[in-house]
C-alpha cells in the first residue's frame, strides 16, 4: 500500500513539471513573424497560422516623410509628403497628404465680391468653396435690333450681382409676302424653296396656332366685323356641310400684320366630323381638340414643311410632313339602293361616290389649297403630274383613268414604297405615323388622345378606292396602310406634288 501512494506522488510531481515547461495547446501563445512577402503568426510551440501577404493597410508619419505599415509591422520604404490641393468642409479648409497628415488648417475667408458665370453667381473663399450660390436675376436691354441682314445684340445684367453678359440676336426672316419676288426690306431675291437635309420648305399655310395674348389683341384690332348667316363681311365662308347640306357657320379671314400673314377662324355651330351628321359637341372634335363656338382663333401662316419621297437631277415628289388640313374624300354624293354614286341620279354616267377623279377631295386639293398654299411665283415651280387612278387590288368597275393633277393624295400601293422612305409592309409602322396641325384640329380632326406614344396622330387619306362605294383606303394613327375610312368623314390631308428643281 506504502508502495502504491509513493508511485502516485511522483506520478503527479511529473505531470506538474510537464504542465509548467510545456505549452498549453488549449491557448496558443502566437506572435507575428515575417519575410519580405508573406507573414504569419507562430506559437512557441512551432505552430503556424494565417500566412497571408502582406497587405500595407495603414500608414504612420512624421513631419517630413510617411511609411505604410502592415498589421505583422512590417514597414515599407519612407517616401516624402505630398501634400494635395485645398480641401474643406463647411467651416474650414487645408491641405493633405496620402497618408492622412493634414496642414495649413484655416478657417474659410469667403469674399465679399460675387463670382459668377453665365446662369449663376455665389460667393467663394479662395479654397474653392462656394457659399451663397443662386441663378442670375436677369435684366434684359435690347442694344441692337436685329434685321434681315444683320444680327442684333443684348445686354444682360444681373440685378444681384451685376454682372454683364452680352448675347447675339439672331437674324430675322426675310419677308416675301404673296407674290413677291423679293424680300420688302433688304430686297434680297426670294429663294424658290429651301432644302434642309430630307426636306423641302416650299409654299405658306395656316399652321400654328397664336397664343401670344398681346399678338391676339392686335390681330382682333383688324378683323372687323364678325361675320353672320346674312352678311359676311370682309370674312369668307368656308361651306363646310351639316347634315348633307352646304351651310354658312364657319368663315375665315386672312391678315397681314408686322410683315407676317395670319388667318383668323371664327364658326358659330360645330363641325360635323361626318359630312351628313347634325352639328353638335356629340358628333364633332373641335371642342375635343381645344376649339368652340362663337369665338375667333388665329394661326400664323409659315412654310410648310414637305418630306422628299424621290429626287432626281430636276424634280423631287414630296409629301406634306404633316397633316395639314381636314376634309372629306366626297361631299356631294347620294344613296341608291345600298350603293353610292357622286353626280346626278339621272345621269347615265355615274361614278361609285369613292372615285378620285370625281371627288370632292381632288377638286379641294387642285382649286382652293393650290391657290392658298402656293402664290404665282410658287406656282412655277410646281410640274403636273401624271398619276394612277386605281382601286385597292385593281377592282374593275372602281379603277379610273389616269389623270393629271398639281397636288393629289398618294395611293394605297404608294404607302408601302421602301423607296419612298415606308415600311413595305401594311401594318403598323412609325414611318407612315402623322401628326396634325393646329389649323387641321381647328378644322375638326380627330387626334388619339389616349395612347402615350401616338398623342397627337391622325387617320389620313389615300386617293384608293377599295370594293366598297362608301369607303377609300385610309392610314390610321398607328401607321396602318390597310385602314378602311368612309368617304363622308372628316380625314388628315396630306398633300403630294412634283417640285421642278
Known sequence: MKRNRFFIVILMAFIAVVALTACDHLQHNYTWKYNDEYHYKECSCGERTNREKHRYNNYDYDDTYHWAICVCGKTQSREKHEFSIPVYDEGYHWRECSCGLRIDLEQHNIST????????????????????????????????????????????????CNNVYYDAIEKLPHVYGVNVTQCKICSQPRPKYVIEDQYIYFGEYPQTRVTDTALIDKLNSLEGELPNVDDEGSWHDYGYYIKDNVQSYMWYKDVEYSYSRYRAVYFTQYRPSNTNYESGTENSYQDDNGYFINNVYWFKYEPVKWRILTRDNDKALIMCDIIIDTQ??????????????????????????????????????????YNQIFDEF?????????????????????????????????????????????????????????????????????????????????????????????????????????????????????????LNL
Request: proline share 2%; aromatic share 12%; charged share 20%.
Open 113 to 160: 465680391q460675387f463670382s459668377a458665370d453665365r446662369t449663376r453667381h455665389w460667393h467663394s473663399c479662395e479654397c474653392g468653396y462656394i457659399t451663397d450660390e443662386s441663378e442670375h436675376v436677369m435684366e434684359e436691354e435690347i442694344i441692337k435690333e436685329p434685321s434681315c441682314t444683320e444680327e442684333g445684340s443684348c445686354k444682360y445684367t444681373c440685378a444681384v
Open 328 to 369: 372629306a374624300f366626297q361631299s356631294n354624293y347620294y344613296i341608291d339602293g345600298y350603293i353610292y354614286y357622286t353626280g346626278s341620279i339621272d345621269d347615265e354616267h355615274r361614278v361609285y361616290a369613292n372615285n378620285y377623279v370625281h371627288s370632292s377631295i381632288r377638286q379641294w386639293l387642285n382649286e382652293s389649297f
Open 378 to 498: 410658287d406656282k412655277e415651280s410646281v410640274l403636273r403630274t401624271e398619276i394612277d387612278n386605281l382601286a385597292v387590288g385593281g377592282v374593275s368597275g372602281y379603277d379610273d383613268v389616269p389623270t393629271q393633277d398639281n397636288v393629289f393624295l398618294l395611293g394605297n400601293s404608294e404607302c408601302i414604297k421602301e423607296e419612298y422612305g415606308f415600311n413595305f409592309l401594311s401594318g403598323i409602322s412609325e414611318s407612315r405615323q402623322m401628326k396634325t396641325s393646329d389649323y387641321s384640329k381647328a378644322m375638326g380632326i380627330f387626334t388619339e388622345s389616349k395612347d402615350a406614344n401616338l398623342i397627337g396622330n391622325a387617320w389620313w387619306m389615300t386617293r384608293s378606292p377599295i370594293q366598297m362605294s362608301s369607303a377609300i383606303r385610309g392610314v390610321n394613327q398607328y401607321g396602318m396602310s390597310s385602314a378602311d375610312y368612309p368617304i363622308m368623314m372628316l380625314g388628315g390631308v396630306v398633300p403630294v406634288v412634283t
